[in-house]
Nanobody, 122 residues
Framework: QVQLVESGGGVVEAGGSLRLSCAASGRTFSGDAMGWFRQAPGKEREAVAVNGWSGSTYYADSVKGRFTVSRDNAKTTVYLQMNSLKPEDTAVYYC????????????????WGQGTQVTVAS
């Protein structure tokens, strides 16, 4: 059974940093994309950052220059380093994996985690 488990969420003051991790079990994703989405209250889920199997990356305009997505060499864990956090970054962050970078970015990843709450206090 494939599982994605996120960790690293929490409460941070504006301007602070957090690092999210998403650990996969049951398979590796060396030939697939892995990425991060978020959903704020009353808003639709949006793609935040995606890491393709070749190392290509996608970032939402709202996080460019502040967030960095990366993966470990074993391709089982994807990270999201979030710096200069803003109150508008407050959301539940979800990990997604499986498929092409385009598919994951469009929300069509085969696997999803349960989410981790990130709250940025002003």
């Amino acid at each position: 059974q494939v599982q994605l488990v996120e960790s690293g969420g929490g409460v941070v003051e504006a301007g602070g940093s957090l690092r999210l991790s998403c650990a996969a079990s049951g398979r590796t994703f060396s030939g697939d994309a892995m990425g991060w989405f978020r959903q704020a209250p009353g808003k639709e889920r949006e793609a935040v950052a995606v890491n393709g199997w070749s190392g290509s990356t996608y970032y939402a305009d709202s996080v460019k220059g502040r967030f960095t997505v990366s993966r470990d060499n074993a391709k089982t864990t994807v990270y999201l380093q979030m710096n200069s956090l803003k109150p508008e970054d407050t959301a539940v962050y979800y990990c997604a994996a499986g498929g092409s970078a385009v598919a994951v970015r469009r929300g069509l990843g085969n696997y999803w985690g349960q989410g981790t709450q990130v709250t940025v206090a002003s």
